[in-house]
């Protein structure tokens, strides 16, 4: 399997390239959607009242990648699910990764001018997929009881040391 490349080289918030031709039959957005890796959006039981809400907050605008938010998920939801039980919260990712990464992978050393063209048709094969989040925008938000709104920051803190952001913590009392 090949290596993830570091997100620092997708984390701007830049325009989503889609490519325009000359010719109609070239524009197109080539390769697909590729493989999301968040499982879930739900979490718990959704159907439960509860009277606080926790929200993860991004504190500044950029590019999330799924596999940042499937961690973040699984995390969370694990210490959740170990300590309240699984009707005792509801754990709900906010954000979509709807932004397709994509990369011009360019061969280096010996053969390699037989194996890429370049920048010739530079648009590049998807190599993954982004959240677009914009500075204060929710990412992930728990809704517990009062008397289990500690466990609830304690997720909420380990989620937001999986994103490349730092985030605040937002509690929120409903009553």
């Known amino acids: 399997m090949a290596k993830l490349r ?9 325009r989503p390239y889609t490519r325009v031709s000359k010719y109609t039959t070239k524009n ?5 959607f ?10 718990g039981d959704p159907s439960k009242e509860f009277d606080t809400v926790i929200q993860l907050k991004s504190t500044r605008a950029m590019n999330i990648r799924s596999n940042a938010l499937e961690s973040s ?19 709900r990712i906010k954000v979509y990764p709807h932004h397709v990464l994509r990369e011009n992978a360019l061969a280096s050393g010996a053969g390699a ?13 998807s190599i993954g997929c982004a959240a677009r989040v914009k500075e204060g ?9 009062k008397a289990n709104t500690k466990v609830g ?11 490349p952001c730092s985030c605040k ?3 929120v009392g409903l009553n």
């Open 6 to 14: 570091k997100f620092a080289a997708y984390q701007k918030l830049e």
């Open 28 to 32: 197109f957005v080539r390769g697909g």
């Open 34 to 43: 590729p493989h999301m890796n968040v499982i879930k959006f739900d979490m």
């Open 73 to 91: 998920r699984m995390t969370s939801n694990r210490l959740l699910e170990r300590t309240l039980g699984k009707k005792e919260y509801h754990l």
């Open 113 to 125: 001018d037989r194996l890429s063209t370049g920048m010739k048709k530079s648009y590049g094969k």
């Open 137 to 145: 925008q929710v990412l992930v938000e728990v809704r517990v009881n």
């Open 153 to 163: 920051k304690e997720a909420m803190s380990r989620a937001s040391k999986k994103f």
């Open 169 to 171: 913590i937002n509690v």
